[in-house]
C-alpha cells in the first residue's frame, strides 16, 4: 500500500510503498522526536537501521549537541545531513563528523558515485576549514596517507598555521612531491614542520640536501636517524664536521649505513662513553682493513675513557679496608652465604663500602675498577656492574640512588617484568672498559 506519514513538525515522504511495519516504525521514530528524552533522541540517532529521513532531521531540528554528535557518528547518516552538520555551532559535533568522514575520504576515487563524491567532497572542503583545530588535525592524520584527497585540500592542511594539523600531512602524504617539499623548505618552515619532513620514508638526495642547509639541529637529528632517507656521503662528512658539539647528532650519526671510514673515526673520537658499544657493533660489519682502522681509533678512545676515569682521584676515599674486607667477604662467598639479600643487609645497614666490595667480589673485578664504575655516577655502568655480580635490576636501581649518588630522575628502572633495561651486550661492553684496568695494573 501507498503510505505517507506525515506530522506537523515532521514529515517523512517516502515516494515508494511501504509496509505496515515500516510506518510503524515512522511512527515510533516520530514519537522519539518529539515526545522523547536526550537518552531516547540519542539511541535513536545512534541506530544504523533508521531512515535516512530520521537522521535528516534531528541534524536539522534537534536542540542537543550530543544527539547531533550521534548522528554525526552515524555511518547511515547521508550525505546532505553531514554537509549540513559541517557548520554546526558545536565543536563537539563537528569532530565527530570529521573522524566519520575521514574514514569516507579514501573512496574519492572514479569508483565513487557522483552524487555522494560532490557532498563528501564539499564537507571536506568546509571542515578543512574549521575554526578549530582539533577537528582539522583529525582530519589529517585520517588523509595524511590518502591519495584520492584533491591536491587543494592537502595543501589547506599543509597551510594551516597549526603544527598538530600540517606536521601529519607533511610527513606522511604522498601528495607532496619532493619538488613540493624543497620549495617548502626553500620558503621557511618552522623546526617542528621541518622535522615531519625529515621523518619522511624515502627521501631523496635533494631533499635532504635542502634540510641540512637549513641548519637546523632538531631536523638534521631527526634526517639522521631517518634510515630511508638518501643522504650523500659528502652531506655526512660535512655534518661529522659540526657534529661534535651537537650530541643529538652523535648516536644517529655512528648508525647510517653509508658512514666513511673517515667519517666514523672522527665520530669515534668523541662520542660519549656510553655509546662506545655502537661503534664495536659497526666495526664488526666493516671489511677487514676499514675494521682495523677504525678499531685503532676505538681502541686509543677506550684508553680516554679508562684514563679519564684514573683522574677521579681515590685518595680522598678511605680503602685501607678493602683487602681485608676483601678476603672476609670471599670467605663468606665460598660458604654460599654472600648473596643478594646479605648484600642487601649491607645497604640497610648503611654498609657503602661493604657493598662495594661485594660487587667487586661478585663480579670477580677488582676492588679499584669497581670504586670507580661506581665514582662514574654512570647508570649504565652502575646498572652493568650489578648485572655483572648476578644481583637483581631491582637491587640495581637501589644502588644507582644510594651507592652512586645518581639522582632519582636519572636512575635506570627495570622493565615491566622486572628484568635489566640495557641489552647483555652492552652490559657486557660497559664491564669491558672497566675490566681491562685490572689487566694492564
Not at 251 to 262: F, G, M, T
Not at 310 to 328: M, Q, Y
Request: with cysteine.
Amino acid at each position: 500500500m501507498n503510505e505517507k506519514f506525515k506530522g506537523t513538525e515532521f514529515e517523512i515522504k517516502t515516494g515508494q510503498p511501504v509496509s505496515e511495519e515500516e510506518v510503524a516504525r515512522y511512527k515510533s521514530s516520530k514519537d522519539v522526536i518529539l515526545k522523547g528524552s536526550e537518552k531516547d533522541r540519542i539511541a535513536l540517532a545512534r541506530n544504523s537501521d533508521i531512515e535516512a529521513e530520521v537522521l535528516f532531521f534531528l541534524a536539522a531540528e534537534d536542540d542537543s549537541a550530543a544527539v547531533r554528535e550521534a548522528v554525526a557518528s552515524n555511518v547511515n547518516t547521508p550525505a546532505q545531513a553531514g554537509l549540513l552538520l559541517a557548520s554546526d555551532k558545536d565543536e563537539s559535533v563537528r569532530q565527530a563528523l570529521a573522524e566519520k568522514v575521514a574514514k569516507l575520504a579514501p573512496e574519492l576515487d572514479h569508483t565513487s558515485q557522483k552524487k555522494a563524491q560532490n557532498y563528501l567532497t564539499k564537507t571536506l572542503e568546509v571542515l578543512i576549514r574549521d575554526e578549530a583545530t582539533r577537528v582539522k588535525a583529525v582530519l589529517a592524520e585520517a588523509l595524511k596517507e590518502s591519495s584520492t584527497v584533491p591536491a587543494e585540500m592537502i595543501q589547506a592542511l599543509v597551510d594551516d598555521e597549526n603544527d598538530d594539523v600540517a606536521c601529519p600531512i607533511l610527513k606522511y602524504s604522498p601528495l607532496l612531491s619532493d619538488e613540493d617539499l624543497i620549495a617548502m623548505i626553500y620558503r621557511g618552515l618552522g623546526s617542528s614542520r621541518l622535522s615531519a619532513v625529515s621523518g619522511r620514508k624515502g627521501l631523496g638526495e635533494a631533499v635532504t640536501d635542502a634540510i641540512v642547509q637549513t641548519e637546523d639541529r632538531d631536523a638534521i637529528a631527526v634526517l639522521l636517524g631517518n634510515s630511508s632517507a638518501q643522504i650523500r656521503e659528502e652531506t655526512l662528512d660535512l655534518l661529522v664536521d659540526q657534529a661534535e658539539n651537537v650530541p643529538e647528532w652523535h648516536v644517529p650519526l655512528v648508525q647510517r649505513p653509508n658512514l666513511s671510514v673517515l667519517s666514523l673515526k672522527r665520530v669515534t673520537s668523541f662520542i660519549a662513553e656510553e655509546y662506545l658499544s655502537l661503534v664495536e657493533k659497526k666495526v664488526q660489519a666493516l671489511d677487514p682493513e676499514s675494521a682495523a682502522e677504525v678499531s685503532s681509533t676505538l681502541k686509543t678512545r677506550l684508553d680516554q675513557v679508562v684514563s679519564s676515569q684514573k683522574e677521579t682521584s681515590l685518595e680522598e676515599v678511605d680503602t685501607s679496608r678493602d683487602d681485608d674486607l676483601r678476603a672476609e667477604l670471599v670467605r663468606l662467598l665460598e660458604k654460599g652465604k654472600l648473596d643478594e639479600a646479605r648484600v642487601q643487609a649491607f645497604l640497610d645497614e648503611g654498609e657503602r663500602d661493604s657493598v662495594i666490595i661485594a660487587l667487586a667480589v661478585l663480579s670477580g673485578l677488582d676492588n679499584v675498577p669497581v670504586r670507580r664504575m661506581i665514582m662514574t655516577h654512570s647508570p649504565k655502568v652502575v646498572v652493568a656492574l650489578v648485572w655483572r655480580s648476578g644481583l637483581s635490576m631491582a637491587f640495581a636501581e637501589q644502588v644507582q640512588q644510594r651507592i652512586a649518588g645518581i639522582s632519582p630522575g636519572a636512575v635506570l628502572v627495570a622493565e615491566e617484568d622486572g628484568e635489566f633495561p640495557l641489552p647483555a651486550t652492552e652490559m657486557e661492553w660497559q664491564v669491558m672498559i672497566y675490566a681491562d684496568e685490572q689487566t694492564e695494573g
